[in-house]
């Protein structure tokens, strides 16, 4: 219930709605709860709303800490 | 008009193979030297789905950490009470509508499911995916009462808010909620509190955490010293919480860490707070198997009550006229029966025969184990 996947935002309505792409797959979301958001921007939506924005600064810190763990090899 | 290129994933990474082993190894490098196995619990269903999907369950195990399913499935601690007074209504009332998620069509009780229910004459079930379309449904069918049933923890409620409040807004007359909403904090708290199951660990849901921020979660490394991680639901996300988990095992250094950064905010989604802090006032509600828990539940403010479906109807939303079943479920919810060890699991209950809502939802723990293990292992 709880499942969620990240989107991008296609186009917005007057309205507080509009689209997301999920891989090719185009959905109506409700922007109501995400203020702010952008065309373009990557949203988490749940249950026909948008909850959360995904920030790639972060994301890309987080890219970042993998290539460092792999680089350690392993353990024994 | 040309079509237009899909937009490709950017979090790929996360689901690589070598990502996956270099935390693995990280995981095992801490776990070195440690004279027992580290106890985790996942409390997400969706969580506990990504640790059997990619087969994570066994190789951390080997690593050194027993992961534990928790309460995360809204479908499965929904008590049979609830079911049974929508079947009630919708059996014994003509041209009524309910409207709810797939999974709670299929729940069995003693009173059989949504599925297998005949309602009265003009009276229907409809399956939705959001709260919206219940609205919908509403404007379309004004000739019908339409009941949304919806079951779901923070990362749900907001969006059941927002739909209420619109619906007082349109002054919408043949609309109300029958809300199963339930709070993951308190839910934490009474399973710390009962000290039936040994945990050493937490890690906490990723969605659910995008609503109510970090700060949630505090008392669980303030006063039961005990370490947790947001994490969020591709393998490497899941990893990495366990990995930050197991660090503040070991320098015994319980905090609230946010493995899950590029989602969520320290302070939540404070449109989302507001709402519900609006439209929704907390009650101590039943769990199937973790009980009566304090402030566990969300219900509609008095200011609303016309839109509340136990109001409206008069429904008798009380424990005591269900039957006692052998499904052992609530033990499943509270992380002391694995799956399998349930005698039941496999031959007799299965997807195409549930006995219980574990085997129902898509989060729960013994639907996700007869999907995901291996065939040998179902009785
Ligand atoms: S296997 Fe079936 S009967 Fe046993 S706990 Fe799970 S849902 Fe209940």
Known sequence: MCLAVPGKVVSLESNGTGKVDYLGTTVLANFSLLPGVKVGDWVIVHAGFAISRLDQKEARRTLKLFKELEKLGPAD | MTPRKPSKEPFSDWRSGSTVKGILEAIRRETRGLDRPLRIMEVCGTHTMTLYRSGLKPLLREAGVVMISGPGCPVCITPDYYHEAIIDLVTSNNNILIATFGDLTRVPTARGSLQTTVPSAGSEIRIVYSPE???????KNPGKEVIFFGAGFETTIPAIAFTVKRAASENLKNFSLLAALWLIPPALKAILQSGQVAIDGFIYPGHVSVIIGQQAY??????????????GFEPADVLLGILSVVRQIKQGRPEVANEYRRVVQVEGNPVALA????????????WRGLGHIKNSGLRLKPCWQALDAVRKFDLALQPGKSLQSSCRCGE???????????????RVCNPDHPLGPCMVSYEGACLIEYKYS?????K
């Open chain 2, 218 to 231: 505090r008392f669980v490394a303030e006063e039961f010293r005990t370490p947790g991680a947001i994490a």
């Open chain 2, 332 to 346: 499943v919810l509270k992380g002391l029966l694995e799956p399998v060890d349930c005698p039941l699991f496999g």
């Open chain 2, 374 to 378: 291996s065939g040998a292992k179902k």
């Open chain 2, 133 to 139: 379309e219940a609205l919908e449904l509403a404007q």
């Open chain 2, 275 to 286: 709402l519900m802090a609006e439209m929704l006032e907390p009650y101590h509600a039943d």
